[in-house]
């Protein structure tokens, strides 16, 4: 499957040049959600609306940062949305152990008449300056626009490895999901098995007596080519490290490919780099490291 995308059409400046009054920025309810819904599947009419009420309903069960909006904002026009902007807020944890506040700035429409009121909307969305809000899918012809809005690059690109063509490591076993959790922090483990019930395939990599965890997202490229997408390790290095195990690990499954984030080609892995798509935004005082896209709307989306 595709990564989510912002709406082609959310720079279209054919809004109606008739004042738009009744319109106020807030934040969306639960009772907003089949409405959302519905609007996100206009602005993306290759999503359904079932894919986004499912989406809607796994970030709605799990466990958020008290104090901020369940699911971000919407711009309502009398009563009725409008506009949305979905905002996935997680606690996560940093490498030195502390805990912070990230959200996934998820895809954002807004409808035509309404189009004067888009960068209000973000910069509503986005003014916290306690929390690093970070964009993961911008369309490439948005860029500019983000940046405008005061995000910058963390990650220019993408690596398509061919993991299973690296030479294994001798001693090491691939566990699929936590089954034990030894090794492994209580945020890692809860992590691994938050992503496995979306649908991801968590793995453990021991080698001795470490633990090395790793969330992988299946998809197809262009609906053909069979990819795993890399969305959680606690460093690239360890991909690396364990290519040729975790690449015949997910060969098996029916895993070609293996894709992750990167600003450049990656050195010990077979495939090549690519910076036409997947640039990442962030905003905020924890830029993310490469290889953590945990709690995103890939997961809890595309998963």
């Avoid at 009420?53 to 309502?76: I, M, N, T, V």
């Avoid at 001798?170 to 938050?194: I, K, P």
């Avoid at 998809?219 to 606690?234: A, F, M, Q, T």
Wanted: aromatic share 10%.
């Amino acid at each position: 499957m595709q990564p989510i995308r912002k709406a082609e059409s959310v720079n279209d400046n054919a809004a109606s040049a008739q004042p738009v009054t009744g319109v106020r920025i807030r934040e969306i309810r639960t009772e907003d959600l089949p409405a959302v819904a519905a609007l996100l599947t206009r602005g993306f009419s290759f999503r359904s609306e079932a894919y986004w009420l499912r989406g809607l309903e796994r970030h709605a069960a799990r466990p958020r940062p008290a104090g901020f909006p369940a699911f971000g904002h919407c711009l309502d026009h009398e009563g009725v949305p409008v506009g949305v902007i979905l905002l996935l807020f997680s606690h996560v944890q940093t490498d030195d152990g502390a805990t912070i506040v990230r959200a996934n700035v998820s895809s954002w429409y807004v409808e035509p008449p309404f189009r004067a009121f888009s960068s209000m909307l973000v910069r509503a969305a986005t003014r916290d300056k306690t929390v690093t809000y970070f964009n993961i899918t911008p369309a490439p012809h948005t860029w500019p626009q983000v940046e405008a809005q005061g995000f910058s690059v963390y990650c220019k690109g993408q690596v398509y490895a061919a993991m299973a063509l690296s030479r294994p490591r001798s001693g090491v076993t691939m566990e699929q999901s936590a089954a034990s959790a030894a090794g492994l922090s209580a945020y890692e483990a809860d992590l691994l098995r938050q992503h496995a019930d979306w649908g991801c395939l968590s793995l453990v990599a021991r080698e001795a007596d470490r633990a090395y965890p790793f969330v992988f997202q299946k998809h197809r490229v262009k609906d053909l080519l069979p990819v795993y997408r890399l969305l959680y390790c606690r460093d690239v290095a360890d991909a690396v490290r364990f290519a040729g195990n975790i690449g015949r690990f997910l060969l098996r499954r029916g895993g070609v490919l293996v894709r992750l984030d990167a600003n450049e080609p990656v050195e010990g892995l077979v495939g090549w780099y690519s910076d036409n798509r997947g640039r990442k935004y962030v905003k905020g005082p924890y830029p993310p490291r490469l290889g953590d896209l945990a709690f995103t709307e890939a997961a809890l989306f595309d998963g």
